[in-house]
């Protein structure tokens, strides 16, 4: 555990997060850095340790517990408890500090735990980063944009501008469902006066409907139609699908209407797997 890590932005997540919330910003973050993916990247395995031992203090209630009393503790000046039920008020220094937090761990060490690592700095410097970790930072907004249907499936990039006016360009993931919040760091309100950091802004997702296109779960719906010959004889298609490919389907002689074909491997694809195509007939009857 490194108290000078914030753990909770490695994995882009707010301090409030859930174990839900945890672990699935994890298992998006591992799988996007793991190893086998990055093919040797050496940047990427270094992000992927970092979000492991990111994902190991947080999902542990005990040691994300220590993790924030820790980070809430560095250089303030505050009431500090010690184990045992006696309190004394303290100006928190570089002198006293390495005494609180010795009493801190003394309430939360496991057998075995270092219970005073700060990494490979000094205690002083982790005095100093901590003081600069605690300033105020801006409150956090929430706005909603419309994108295309085609983006939400295939993703791509949108420019949004802020309630600043400043233009940002956003990566919209491929397979992001509506209701989706895409967090922009930084780009928040601004910090008061002798703050610390902006607030983030947290975009939630609205996908446009499609003339042609239905998406349920990873799946993607269209309709055709033929005529009566087409049904009665069968009839060789061309499909548009939602990734701009078109393939060819074989209907086969008596197809009646409503008849549905399955396309696989052509419907929406992210983290959770890919989806198929389903084709559904119509048989257009003349008046």
Known sequence: MNPRVNYYELLGIPDTATQDDVKRAYRLLAK???????GGDKTAEEKFKQVSEAYQVLSDSKKRSKYDLIRQNAARRQQVNFPGGHANSYQVNSENMQDIFSNLFNGFTEPGQDDQSFGDIGFDEFLRNSRNASAKRGTDMES????????????GETIIKTGGGKKVKIKIPSGIEDGKKIRIRGHGSPPPAGGGAAGDLYLSIKIAKHLEFERRGNDIYSNIYINIAEAVLGTELS????????????????????????IPGLGVKNESGQGDHF?????DVPP
Not at 32 to 38: A, E, I, L, N, V
Not at 279 to 283: G, K, L, P, S, W
């Open 32 to 38: 996007q850095y793991h190893p086998d993916s990055s």
């Open 239 to 262: 499909v548009k699908t939602i990734t701009g490919k078109r393939v060819k389907l074989q209907i086969p002689p008596g197809t009646s209407s409503a008849k549905i074909f399955r």
């Open 144 to 155: 909603t944009i419309t994108i295309p249907f085609e983006m939400a499936v295939n993703g």
């Open 279 to 283: 084709v559904r007939i119509e048989i």
